[in-house]
């Protein structure tokens, strides 16, 4: 079993619809829960960042996090066509020393058409 | 927000050369930087991670002699892929931690294709 499950998709959705993205996890230990958005050849670029359990809002993105269910959600609210992209969990435990390793979801690959 | 950069962002080489990949962190200190690598339509495997001035802890399975990290500075690491071959075809990123923040946030590069012929 990986440590991190996520739906590979692909994902299409009309441009406005409500995107909602997930993963799950093994690991007790994973604290800190990320979201990275990456376009096709490029690096992955840092959505939303979230400690523990709760939720977090950012403009159209929406962080849940249930540690008690080892579940992470993101949501995109009025999804444009710039929103397609795929994107990509992350997760890391307490940090031990001076950075923290990160383990990636496998990523889900959205179109939202115009 | 922090910015990584990479060099070259894409090579072509032939099976048997050595490629040598750049990262630098632009505006900040990193004392730490990972390095991934990605194959089509799958995620980010981790490699190895690289302290400035020590020695690179390399993931399992990933071979150091053949993947060497440098990390000289605070603001550079190299990777040299040696005697390539054709599996070695993927995309490399690495990434940043900057020094002395509370979340150890890691700022990425914008990755460098390798196609080895």
């Known amino acids: 079993q990986k440590e991190v499950e996520q739906d590979p998709g692909p994902l299409s959705v009309p441009e406005g619809a409500i995107v909602s993205l997930n993963c799950t996890y093994s690991n007790s230990a994973f604290q800190y829960f990320m979201w990275y958005r990456q376009y096709s050849r490029k690096g992955p670029e840092l959505l939303m960042y979230?400690?523990?359990?709760g939720n977090k809002e950012d403009g159209r993105f929406t962080a849940q996090v249930d540690k008690s269910s080892k579940y992470i959600s993101l949501f995109i609210r009025d999804s444009q066509p710039s929103d397609s992209a795929t994107y990509l969990c992350a997760m890391s435990a307490a940090p031990s020393g001076s950075a923290r390793q990160l383990t990636f979801g496998s990523g889900t690959q959205l179109t939202v058409l115009p | 927000g922090a910015v990584v950069s990479q060099h070259p962002s894409r090579v072509i080489c032939k099976s048997g050369t050595s490629v040598k990949i750049e990262c630098r962190s632009l505006d900040f200190q990193a004392t730490t930087m990972f390095w991934y690598r990605q194959f089509p339509k799958k995620s980010l495997m981790l490699m190895a991670t690289s302290n400035e001035g020590s020695k690179a802890t390399y993931e399992q399975g990933v071979e150091k002699d053949k993947f060497l990290i440098n990390h000289a500075s605070l603001t550079l690491s190299t990777l040299t892929v040696t005697s390539a071959h054709p599996e070695d075809s993927s995309f490399y990123i690495c990434?940043?931690?900057?020094?002395?923040?509370?979340?150890?946030?890691?700022?990425f590069g914008p990755g460098t294709r390798l196609t080895v012929l």
């Open positions: 979230t400690y523990s359990s």
């Open positions: 990434s940043a931690s900057e020094a002395g923040t509370p979340r150890d946030e890691q700022f």
